[in-house]
């Protein structure tokens, strides 16, 4: 797929993996993320969690930024998720 940066097809490779270790497909942890791949994990995680689905309601943003901060914190770049609660929400 050569219509792709790089920085994208890391972005879309590396999205699934934690800050803090456990992710996958490649295992990566903290910086060793892409800046992208970050940022594209917080972003998907909101989406789907504030998306409605044929199998579950959608949860409001507040309730979803909970979650995020509260129970998920050590998946994402913690500046990363702080900024994007700055963004999105009250300071939690």
Not at 13 to 35: A, R, T
Not at 47 to 69: N, P, V
């Amino acid at each position: 797929m050569n219509c792709f940066g790089a920085d994208v097809v890391r972005m879309a490779g590396e999205h699934h993996e934690k800050f803090k270790g456990g992710g996958y497909p490649l295992g990566k942890i903290g910086n060793d993320i892409h800046l992208f791949a970050r940022i594209c994990k917080i972003m998907d995680v909101y989406d789907a969690l504030t998306t409605r689905r044929s199998y579950k309601k959608a949860m409001s943003a507040f309730d979803t930024l909970i979650i995020m901060k509260k129970q998920m914190a050590h998946d994402f770049d913690p500046e990363l998720l702080q900024e994007f609660i700055q963004l999105m929400g009250p300071d939690l």
